[in-house]
């Protein structure tokens, strides 16, 4: 398997844009999260998905920010419209059942200018 | 709430010794796992170690292992003969059970490590 897979690794946009970043995650895992990081303020977990079903996205930081889980191998998370408070890396992972240790892509780097 | 709590944000370490980051966690769930993963500067996360609530023996991964404390919340990396491809941000992770099959894993603030030749 390739692991989990993000795109685009790197991105930099403009304050206004719509950006949407994508995970394939890994085949058979029915967790996935997504994440983003900062020196600020580490590793939050905006929301993760069972089944394919949102369970809890508390951490979504607003309305600017939304995540669809259409099918199994594929998820996205898009902010509209972006600010450059938004600039983070941002992480998917995911996970099989039980206590299994979830598996992290590469990270998209965004930069909001 | 679950609660992660690491607090040594930083910590330099001579090579070939042993080091001990810190975990601490808060949890009403009596069923939980542990993690800890290691993020070296190129940025991927890597998991290194799993420790189960209800396991008797500390998990051991090669040159790792978890100094888990139950009744002290605690939950130690341990890594023995340090090397200079240790030198990354590590970050204690945990997940519980809950009583639903759904739950979310939630990490420290991280440690970074750096060792010294």
């Known amino acids: 398997d390739a692991g989990v897979i993000q795109s685009p690794r790197h991105e930099v946009t403009e304050m206004g844009q719509e950006v949407t970043l994508r995970c394939k995650p890994i085949s058979g895992h029915d967790y996935l999260f997504w994440y983003r990081q900062t020196m600020m303020r580490g590793l939050e977990l905006l929301i993760y998905f069972n089944n394919n079903v949102p369970i809890d996205d508390s951490g979504m930081p607003e309305d600017r920010f939304s995540a669809k889980m259409p099918n199994a191998s594929f998820s996205t998370l898009k902010i509209q419209p972006s600010e450059p408070r938004d600039s983070a890396v941002y992480f998917c992972a995911s996970r099989g059942g039980g206590f299994t240790e979830a598996f992290f892509g590469q990270g998209t780097r965004l930069t909001v200018v | 709430a679950q609660k992660i709590t690491q607090t040594q944000p930083g910590m330099f370490v001579q090579e070939k010794e042993a080091v001990t980051l810190d975990c601490t966690y808060d949890?009403?769930?009596?069923?939980?796992?542990l993690f800890w993963y290691k993020q070296p500067s190129s940025g991927e996360m890597i998991f290194l170690i799993y420790?189960?609530?209800?396991?008797?023996q500390n998990a051991t991964e090669g040159r790792y292992s978890l100094n888990f404390q139950k009744a002290r919340k605690s939950a130690n990396l341990v890594i023995s003969a340090s090397q200079l491809g240790d030198s990354a941000m590590y970050f204690c992770a945990m997940r519980e059970a809950s009583y639903s099959s759904a739950s979310k894993i939630i990490f420290g603030s991280g440690t970074r490590l750096s060792i010294r030749p």
């Open positions: 420790q189960g609530s209800y396991d008797q």
């Open positions: 949890t009403s769930d009596p069923s939980y796992g």
